[in-house]
């Protein structure tokens, strides 16, 4: 089958590979689509910090935003899952230490990640191999092009619930890309007034088109009480800009990653009783994402400005691709 490789930073393409087969326990998914995410762009130019750390080696088979039909399973698996569609948790956990054990699989320490740590196999490719109990049903309603976008959403979704906002409450997320847009349409969705800060106005454009009308330059952000702020950049010097603008008694999510540390001045949380929240993975909001999609909460599908097969993800990874204002590119490895 084709599958994309990559070889070293900057150096990869579509590679005849092996088939996967079934293991026990595990299923092998038909891929019908699969998002291409700021991770894999890391891979592609060698930034990723799981290069560095020895989580992550090349040659590597990224992919982890997907949703597919499963076409064989593995003995101990329930032959109920053959047809149906599917997404699966990026996080596979061992299952048997304490974190796992208590629920936090995301954070084990001994936890695969699909197509992007310890060596397991991605979903841009024709197919891929995942254990079945990392495996969420899709309804009916929910597409192959929203049943790619659950893992981003279930970031997002968890990054939106830790602000506890709601009717009355007013959130301000940093960044329009792809996390802070479904973080303001799980924000908005659960009643809040939401306000993004971005840098381009092409961005801030977008923003607006989705019906988010409060789209400002930091230039422009107006001197509003904000309840809770989302950081969803990659900017070192916004998590403590962050702290500065939320309310006393507010709270400030962090989903972005920047390339250095940020610091920031534990006085001001303390001085403002402010909760600071760090947010890693879906997981914990898969189910939840899926529910919000299927009753047509959240419907995050104007975000994918295009659809590619294998063979252009190179170009998408390396940015010469052309993309419009929507920031999400989706692959469909069967064109
Ligand atoms: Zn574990």
């Known amino acids: 089958m084709r599958a994309f490789v990559l070889t070293g930073p900057g150096a990869g393409g579509v590679r005849e590979v092996p088939r996967p087969v079934a293991a026990p326990g595990e299923v092998v998914v038909d891929v019908e689509r699969a998002g291409v995410c700021g991770t894999d762009a890391e891979f592609f130019s060698g930034d990723m910090a799981y290069l560095r750390s020895g989580h992550t080696t090349y040659p590597l088979r ?11 399973v593995g003995s101990g698996v329930d032959a109920a899952w053959l047809g149906r569609r599917v997404m699966g948790d990026t996080m596979i956990g061992d299952g048997t230490c304490r974190r796992c054990r208590r629920g936090l699989q995301h954070v084990c320490e001994a936890r695969q990640e699909v197509g992007v740590r310890d060596g397991r196999p991605g979903a841009l490719a ?10 969420h049903a899709l309804p009916g309603s929910v597409d192959a092009v929203l049943g790619a976008l659950v893992e981003p959403g279930g970031n997002a979704l968890r990054a939106a619930r ?6 009355g409450d007013r959130v301000l997320v940093f960044g329009p890309g792809t996390i802070g847009l479904m973080a303001a349409m799980f924000a908005r969705a659960d009643g809040a007034e939401v306000h993004l800060m971005g840098r381009t106005e092409a961005s801030l454009r977008f923003a607006r088109s ?20 989302i950081d969803a950049t990659n900017a070192a010097q916004l998590p403590a800009r962050a702290v500065e603008l939320v309310e006393p008694g507010g709270r400030v999510v962090y989903i972005g990653l920047s390339a ?9 949380l303390v001085l403002g009783d402010v909760t600071a929240v760090g947010i890693l993975s879906a997981s914990p909001g898969l189910a939840a994402t899926i529910e919000a999609y299927a009753s047509g909460a959240v419907d995050p599908r104007p975000l994918v ?16 691709h052309p993309t419009g204002p929507a920031p999400k590119v989706h692959v ?4």
């Open 305 to 320: 400005g295009a659809t590619v097969g294998l063979s252009d993800v190179a170009a998408v990874l390396a940015g010469t």
């Open 260 to 268: 250095t540390p940020s610091t920031l001045d534990t006085r001001t």
């Open 162 to 167: 830790a602000t506890g906002a709601g009717a």
């Open 62 to 72: 990224p992919g982890h935003e997907w949703a597919g039909v499963v076409s064989s």
């Open 126 to 135: 024709e197919q891929l191999a995942v254990p079945a109990s990392s495996l």
């Open 210 to 229: 989705l019906g988010f009308e409060h789209a400002w330059t930091e230039d422009e952000l107006p001197d509003l009480p904000f309840d809770a702020v």
């Open 332 to 335: 469909d490895p069967r064109l």
